[in-house]
């Protein structure tokens, strides 16, 4: 190998050493990741009048009627913004249909649909765990709203999945993946087995260096 390249190769390495120390790029820490994550999805939440068996059921009930009417309505949202408009727009008629279904149940709870930004603890859903913190939501409240609430990822559309046997279904993940970076998913399911993200660096100057030599000095 000549003077040349061996110059060349020391070069490359002291770049590298030099990128490794003050160019490194760290990744999202999970705080981060969930703020990010926050910001691409809305969450839907239905929150029953109490906790007697009766109004959980009725809660229920309602859910079924809304997720397929909002399933219906959001199909064509291509981002989050356009499904807070479709939302917004339609929060009368989701009221109505709330109402329709709590009437036709013998009972006169009001009904009242909103957004709102709220901290949530860890969740899991299906096979995927989101961590703790403020998110996006879409209320239906019934009645007093002190019971137990039912909830979904309502976009993207991983109310519609299904998860009987613990996982969710392929559409759905591909759903989650139009609008999710690899690290914002890779955190879904590290939580789910209790692993922690540590910071990596990426050594694209390594790609980039060896490119260059190896076509400048044809090295081998």
């Given at each position: ?11 490359m ?11 490194g ?58 499904a ?9 008629n ?50 007093a ?6 909830w979904?990822?309502?976009y ?65």
């Amino acid at each position: 190998m000549s003077r040349c390249n061996i110059l060349s190769w020391c070069l490359m390495a002291l770049c590298a050493v030099v990128f490794f120390t003050y160019s490194g790029e760290k990744k999202r820490s999970a705080g981060q990741l969930q703020q990010d994550i926050a910001g691409q999805i809305i969450r839907f939440h239905v929150r029953a009048n109490s906790d007697t068996d009766e109004d959980q059921q009725l809660k229920l009930l309602v859910k079924e009627e809304l997720v397929t009417y909002i399933g219906d309505i959001l199909k064509d949202a291509k981002s989050r913004d356009d499904a807070e408009k479709i939302l917004s727009d339609n929060i009368e008629n989701i009221e109505n249909i709330a109402k329709g279904v709590i009437k036709d149940n013998k009972k006169e709870y009001n009904v009242k649909a909103y957004f709102e930004d709220s901290y949530f603890p860890v969740k899991v859903y299906g096979d995927m765990t989101f961590p703790q913190g403020i998110y996006e939501a879409f209320r239906v409240d019934i009645g007093a709203a002190d019971g137990k609430n039912w909830w979904c990822v309502l976009y993207p559309s991983l109310c519609f999945a299904d998860i009987t046997h613990g996982t969710v279904g392929e559409e759905a993940k591909k759903d989650l993946e139009a609008v999710l970076d690899e690290d914002e998913l890779e955190l879904l399911y590290e939580n789910q087995n209790g692993t922690k993200r540590e910071y990596i660096y990426e050594f694209k100057i390594f790609t980039f260096l060896n490119k260059i030599f190896i076509t400048k000095y044809k090295l081998k």
